[in-house]
Each structure stands twice: as C-alpha cells, then as structure tokens.
C-alpha cells in the first residue's frame, strides 16, 4: 500500500512564476490536508480538504494561493506569481476520515519550493 | 484561534540523558497527537492520547496527556542517537471535524 506521495519532491521557480505542488493520498483516504514548513519552523496548517471540497481553508493565504482535491486525481496546491517568502516545503497529510476523526495523520515526503 | 506551544525549542543532550518536552494548549484539546521528525525528513505519527490524564509507553518513549486536556508531555529516558530529530504535538479539536494545529516542535539534538 503506498503511502502518501508528493511531486516533485523538489521545484524552483522565479519570482511570479507559478508553482503546482501534487499530492495523491493514501489508498483508501479521502481527506487532504496541507501544511507549510519554513526552515527551522513549525508546521502551518494552510487547508484541509475532501474529495471536491473545501472543508477548511483559514491557513491559507487570501491571495494567490489556491488548492483543490477533484474527483479524480490528486490533490493540488496552487502558488501564482510567487514571491521568495514562498520558499518552504509544503507537506501534504491524508487520513481516511476527517469528520471526528481520531486517527493519525499521513504525511508525505513534502515538496521543496525554491523562489529565486 | 488556537494556539499550541512547545518548550523548550532546542535541547542537546549527551547520549544516555533524559530528555523531556513540553505541549502547552489555550484551549481544551480532544486529543493530543504526537509526531517526530527527522532532519531533512517528514513528520511521523508517534502516538494518539485521547482520555484526560492519559500515559502511554513506547519503549524508551512515555507520553502524558493532562488532567484538563490542555497540556501534554514526551520523556525519552536514556537517550540514543537515533533519537534526534524534532517533536511536534499536535492538539486536536472537534468542532464539526478534527482540526489538528500543531505545536512549535522541540528540535533534539544527542551528542554522542
């Protein structure tokens, strides 16, 4: 059973360029959740998200960020015109239930942006 | 909203001591969950506690859940040099669904 998987694991990009992070959760799991790590940090929750919706999206920035988990295929974090303080890796995490959930959560091996 | 902290932020230890890391909550959490992770690495689930006053073993590893749910802590005794990493706890709220906001992790560092 693979576990979480996130590509690329590593993307560089310039300034206002746009960067497209994928994460195709666990066999079974249907709620995403995404995270952003700066270096020596903590993990920030950006959104967490079901098969096409949006459950919760409150650590995401208002603008230029957007993320979405369609019926089929994998989850995608969306990065538009990015700027150095993007720089981060972005982990994302899935869970079989997200409703009461109880349980652990997944993670992935993080995708690693670099803004020039 | 919700704030999770952890103390201390940094820790060395010489291999063979003890090490302890604290998770301190604002609000009341319905569980705590705890991960680890590795330089360079993703984080990995350790344990879950969900009942007040909760203590877990793993190994070397002894988990405490508080009495009011708001503060949890991680001892390791003896520590080994695969210890090293950072820990995170993670609190978990219900309020339609599991929200999990995790803490500012403890980065642990074993000397050998």
């Known amino acids: 059973n693979a576990g979480v998987m996130q590509n690329p694991r590593h993307l560089v990009r310039r300034r206002g360029q746009e960067a497209r992070l994928r994460c195709s959760p666990m066999?079974?799991?249907?709620?995403v959740y995404w995270y952003r790590q700066l270096p020596e940090e903590g993990l920030k929750f950006m959104v967490y998200?079901?098969?096409?919706?949006?459950?919760?999206e409150s650590g995401m920035p208002k603008e230029r960020f957007s993320a979405e988990f369609p019926k089929e295929g994998p989850s995608i974090l969306r990065i538009q015109q990015v700027v150095r303080g993007d720089s981060a890796a972005y982990f994302c995490?899935?869970?079989?239930?997200?409703?009461?959930?109880?349980?652990?959560?997944?993670f992935g091996e993080g995708s690693r942006l670099t803004v020039l | 909203g919700q704030q999770v902290m952890q103390i201390p932020q940094y820790q060395h230890v010489q291999e063979g001591e003890d090490f302890t890391t604290y998770c301190n909550s604002s609000?009341?959490?319905?569980?705590i969950q705890w991960y680890k992770q590795r330089p360079g690495g993703h984080p990995v689930f350790l344990i879950q506690?969900?009942?007040?006053?909760e203590v877990k073993k793993q190994k070397r590893l002894t988990f405490q859940f508080g009495e009011a749910k708001k503060n949890s802590s991680l001892h390791i005794t003896a520590t080994q040099t695969t210890d090293v990493g950072t820990y995170f706890c993670?609190?978990?709220?219900?309020?339609?669904?599991?929200?999990?906001?995790f803490g500012t992790g403890t980065k642990l560092q074993v000397i050998p």
């Open positions: 998200l079901q098969k096409e919706n949006i459950i919760d």
């Open positions: 506690l969900v009942k007040s006053g």
């Open positions: 609000t009341t959490l319905s569980n």
């Open positions: 995490a899935s869970s079989p239930t997200g409703v009461l959930n109880t349980g652990e959560l997944f």
């Open positions: 066999k079974g799991h249907s709620h």
């Open positions: 993670a609190g978990g709220m219900t309020g339609g669904y599991q929200k999990v906001t």
